[in-house]
């Protein structure tokens, strides 16, 4: 069987959860292909390769600078025609959604969005998506001789440390062919913050902060722990912080091994976003918020006097 991987780039970066993707295709016994696409890809492609990549598809041109679903999916669709996948696998983030429903629809193949779980039945490929928020776990079965699109949720395999790779350059004909948007720039919004789809730990904020202002009180939290920032709708909405904070239904889902939801009341569909963290801190002044039901610790109590105590706590044993 042979498995492609979709390694995406921004800022010249990989995303770590990428060497995740590798750990999928090793369990899975499969022929490795890395595809990595930028405007230089010299050092992402050796360092996929390093990482157990297998081939390293490189393919290296100005055009690919910037994510562009139209350009990625031309390249893309052309490496499928020559090396003939079975499966192409690519990260649950914004951008891989995107592509892969474009890549699913162009090839013809089946697809699976945001999977926890692939295995190989019966020479068939199998995978496990939860649906409706959680309550319940599909299982998909490849039944197309057409490549499967599965996009993998970050932060639920180990990531590939180590193995082998060879690096081919590609020179693709679609990078060069015309397509109705061009991508000029892209501006991050929340420089310098962890990345919440990738963090370890997230320290998040609701309504029950009163005000935007009283929101560094929880960042400081997250710079302390090393963890990202992460927000209810309630206080995207109110305009507090930036919507690319959002964990929830129409947020972000994430999977830290901390999390922290403070002055959040655990409605629905801000539980089906973080669930699945290894650890629920939850600190709420009224005790029968919902999100206690969850929490595998929660702190009854009022965030104004425990997040800085917490902090200080913290910071004096983490240094
Ligand atoms: C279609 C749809 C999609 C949605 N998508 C999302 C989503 O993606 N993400 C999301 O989060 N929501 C989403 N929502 C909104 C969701 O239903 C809730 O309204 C929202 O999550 C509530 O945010 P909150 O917990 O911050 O605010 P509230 O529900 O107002 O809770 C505030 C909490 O703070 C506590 N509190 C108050 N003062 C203090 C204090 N001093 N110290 C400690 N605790 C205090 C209160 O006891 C309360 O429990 C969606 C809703 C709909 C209808």
Sequence with gaps: ???????????????????????????????????ILSDNTDTLASDLAERGGGKVLAVSDPNLKFFNDEIYTNVITELIEKYSPDLVLGLATFYGKSLF??????NGGPMAS??????????????????YGGAVVSEIVKNSDKPFFVTVRPKIFPESKDGTGEIIA???????????????????????????????IIVSAGRGL??????????????????????????????????????GQTGK????????????????????????????VAINKDKDAPIFNLANYGIIGDAFEIVPALTAKLKAELG
Excluded: C
């Design 210 to 247: 009163k005000a935007a202002e009283n929101l560094q009180m929880i960042k400081d939290l997250a710079k302390v722990t090393k963890g990202a920032f992460g927000a209810s709708r309630a206080i995207v909405d109110a305009g507090w912080t930036e919507y690319s904070n959002q964990v």
């Design 101 to 106: 429903a474009r890549l699913a629809a162009r």
């Design 114 to 131: 945001d999977i926890t779980g692939i295995a190989m039945n019966d020479s068939n490929i199998t995978v496990t998506r939860p649906s």
């Design 253 to 280: 889902t994430v999977n830290p091994k901390l999390y922290f939801a403070i002055g959040i009341s655990g409605a629905i569909q801000h539980i089906v976003g973080m669930r699945t963290s290894g650890t629920i």
């Design 170 to 200: 590609e020179t693709v004909a679609a990078t060069g062919v015309a397509v109705g948007t061009t991508v000029k720039e892209v501006k991050v919004e929340s420089s310098g913050s962890v990345n919440l789809a990738e963090a370890d």
């Design 1 to 35: 069987m042979k498995t492609l991987i979709v390694a995406l780039q921004k800022d010249g970066k990989l995303a770590s959860a990428t060497y995740e993707l590798i750990e999928v295709a090793k369990r899975l016994n499969s022929e490795i292909y890395t595809a």
